[in-house]
């Protein structure tokens, strides 16, 4: 008997131990093989009271989010081959309070990612004591492996069951992010640059200011506003130069302008002093007297062409800027892309680019109220300005909050509907609209160099 009343209370003790083991937390670490876990944003520690203001509120510190993280595992190879597509049914489950995310958290990009996750957290109004947010925001760490990507996009639409993913991926790895999205039916909408990317299916959209947008922007600012007709380039010999010296032909050839001169340099030189002197032709080296308003003279180069085209980075900029002023080629207006824009653009040699003009989506001094609400409390959460990647996931987030606050909305299908319809969605970077082709519709705001700083002109 005592022997029997022994074993009865060791088969209650394991089997407390078993149940208490299973009930332990939302994320059990998957065996060898399984899909990975993601990191499950849950409820925030209560923020700062602190007003939103940039000037009032430098002491605030960074909010912290409970969450649980276990790292994907390594893939060895990052070749992913495109599969047939798998229909799945119509019907499928989902919860529509549910919206994932595909982040760099880990990696090169990590520092990108986390503050994306930062302004998805802070549109989503998780951090909102007074009215807690309904939605459950899923984050799948996409470190810097193309299969990484893929799998987080299976977890989260086929596990996970979320409305809609929101991705921010290279050029690369964008169409893996939308293929494997179009396969499992789950809306995407991707923060890539990769233009054509949702070609992949009517699954698949894109929140993006892309090359064609930023180089019709530049075009008919130049055109319309500097009232430039002639132009010519200087482009580094990759594949980014050479499409953007593609799509600037065509639009300025669409404006009535014309590209004199397209002259290609090799991406890892400093000496610019050839193709200045193809840029000038037969002109470089004589220089003439013109008088500017002040009766002072000036030496300067007579050009051909009106404005000229740069599109690559800060650095390679303010050196090419500099050896043209070294040979006297002045008062040309140059124009960028939204690589310009970067805080390395203000530093030494900046003042070779005053008057340049540049495209892009977004710029913290802005003349949007949307964009300075947005920044101030931002910051007010931070205790740091938000950069590009930062106001794109904040309107990402917020164009799919839109459209669940609609009950009616219950399936994949019906949302994609609703998103496809969006028209002049006021965000922090501007109107969004989208078109057939489910590529955002955005006005780029066009960025000068006054003064030694960045301002936003239109």
Same mark, same amino acid.
């Given at each position: 008997?005592?022997?029997?009343?022994?074993?009865?209370?060791?088969?209650?003790? #394991?089997?407390?131990?078993?149940?208490?083991?299973?009930?332990?937390?939302?994320?059990?670490?998957?065996?060898?093989?399984?899909?990975?876990?993601?990191?499950?944003?849950?409820?925030?520690?209560?923020?700062?009271?602190?007003?939103?203001?940039?000037?009032? +509120?430098?002491?605030?510190?960074?909010?912290?989010?409970?969450?649980?993280?276990?790292?994907?595992?390594?893939?060895?190879s990052a070749e992913v081959k495109a599969q047939p597509p798998v229909v799945l049914p119509?019907?499928?489950?989902?919860?529509?309070?549910?919206?994932?995310?595909?982040?760099?958290? +880990?990696?090169?990009?990590?520092?990108?990612?986390?503050?994306?996750? *930062?302004?998805? @957290?802070?549109?989503?109004?998780?951090? *909102?004591?007074?009215?807690?947010?309904?939605?459950?925001?899923?984050?799948?760490?996409?470190?810097?492996?193309?299969?990484?990507?893929?799998?987080?996009?299976?977890?989260?639409?086929?596990?996970?069951?979320?409305?809609?993913?929101?991705?921010?991926?290279?050029?690369?790895?964008?169409?893996?992010?939308?293929?494997?999205?179009?396969?499992?039916?789950?809306? #995407?909408?991707?923060?890539?640059?990769?233009?054509?990317?949702?070609?992949?299916?009517?699954?698949?959209?894109?929140?993006?200011? +892309?090359?064609?947008?930023?180089?019709?922007?530049?075009?008919?600012?130049?055109?319309?506003?500097?009232?430039?007709?002639?132009?010519?380039?200087?482009?580094?010999?990759?594949?980014?130069?050479?499409?953007?010296?593609?799509?600037?032909?065509?639009?300025?050839?669409?404006?009535?302008?014309?590209?004199?001169?397209?002259?290609?340099?090799?991406?890892?030189?400093?000496?610019?002093?050839?193709?200045?002197?193809?840029?000038?032709?037969?002109?470089?080296?004589?220089?003439?007297?013109?008088?500017?308003?002040?009766?002072?003279?000036?030496?300067?180069?007579?050009?051909?062409?009106?404005? @000229?085209?740069?599109?690559?980075?800060?650095?390679?900029?303010?050196?090419?800027?500099?050896?043209?002023?070294?040979?006297?080629?002045?008062?040309?207006?140059?124009?960028?892309?939204?690589?310009?824009?970067?805080?390395?653009? #203000?530093?030494?040699?900046?003042?070779?680019?005053?008057?340049?003009?540049?495209?892009?989506?977004? #710029?913290?001094?802005?003349?949007?109220?949307?964009?300075? *609400?947005?920044?101030?409390?931002?910051?007010?959460?931070?205790?740091?300005?938000?950069?590009?990647?930062?106001? @794109?996931?904040?309107?990402?987030?917020? @164009?799919?909050?839109?459209?669940?606050?609609?009950?009616?909305?219950? +399936?994949?299908?019906?949302?994609?509907?609703a998103l496809s319809a969006v028209q002049g969605f006021r965000g922090v970077t501007g109107?969004?609209?989208?078109?057939g082709n489910r590529v955002a519709q955005k006005d780029a705001f066009i960025l000068k160099?006054?003064?030694?700083?960045?301002?936003?002109?239109?």
């Amino acid at each position: 008997m005592k022997n029997n009343r022994w074993l009865a209370v060791i088969s209650i003790l #394991l089997m407390f131990v078993f149940i208490m083991g299973c009930a332990k937390g939302s994320v059990i670490s998957p065996h060898k093989g399984a899909i990975p876990e993601v990191k499950v944003v849950e409820k925030p520690v209560k923020p700062s009271q602190t007003t939103p203001s940039k000037a009032k +509120t430098p002491e605030a510190k960074p909010l912290e989010i409970k969450q649980q993280v276990v790292k994907p595992p390594d893939v060895k190879s990052a070749e992913v081959k495109a599969q047939p597509p798998v229909v799945l049914p119509p019907s499928i489950p989902v919860n529509r309070n549910a919206v994932g995310c595909v982040f760099p958290l +880990t990696g090169r990009f990590a520092d990108a990612g986390n503050k994306a996750l *930062d302004a998805v @957290l802070l549109s989503a109004k998780i951090f *909102d004591q007074r009215s807690p947010s309904p939605r459950k925001i899923v984050v799948a760490d996409s470190g810097e492996n193309p299969e990484g990507i893929k799998k987080a996009v299976a977890y989260l639409a086929d596990q996970a069951k979320v409305m809609v993913i929101v991705a921010i991926t290279g050029t690369a790895e964008a169409t893996i992010a939308a293929r494997e999205a179009q396969k499992r039916q789950v809306p #995407l909408i991707l923060i890539a640059s990769k233009e054509g990317v949702t070609e992949v299916g009517e699954y698949v959209f894109q929140h993006f200011l +892309t090359p064609t947008q930023q180089i019709q922007a530049l075009t008919k600012y130049a055109s319309d506003t500097l009232n430039v007709a002639i132009f010519a380039v200087l482009y580094p010999q990759d594949d980014y130069g050479e499409e953007m010296v593609r799509l600037f032909r065509g639009e300025i050839e669409k404006a009535g302008g014309k590209v004199d001169k397209a002259i290609p340099y090799n991406k890892r030189q400093a000496d610019f002093t050839e193709q200045i002197k193809k840029l000038m032709g037969s002109k470089f080296g004589a220089s003439e007297k013109v008088h500017a308003a002040t009766e002072e003279s000036q030496s300067r180069f007579s050009a051909d062409f009106e404005a @000229l085209f740069i599109p690559d980075s800060p650095l390679r900029v303010k050196m090419i800027a500099s050896q043209l002023a070294f040979y006297d080629v002045k008062a040309l207006k140059l124009l960028g892309t939204s690589l310009w824009h970067s805080s390395d653009l #203000l530093k030494k040699g900046a003042e070779y680019l005053e008057g340049a003009v540049f495209p892009d989506s977004f #710029l913290v001094n802005g003349i949007l109220p949307e964009t300075n *609400d947005f920044v101030d409390v931002y910051y007010s959460a931070y205790s740091r300005e938000p950069d590009n990647i930062e106001a @794109l996931a904040y309107d990402t987030m917020g @164009l799919a909050i839109s459209v669940l606050e609609d009950r009616e909305i219950k +399936t994949r299908a019906e949302f994609i509907k609703a998103l496809s319809a969006v028209q002049g969605f006021r965000g922090v970077t501007g109107s969004i609209s989208f078109r057939g082709n489910r590529v955002a519709q955005k006005d780029a705001f066009i960025l000068k160099v006054q003064s030694g700083k960045i301002e936003q002109v239109k």
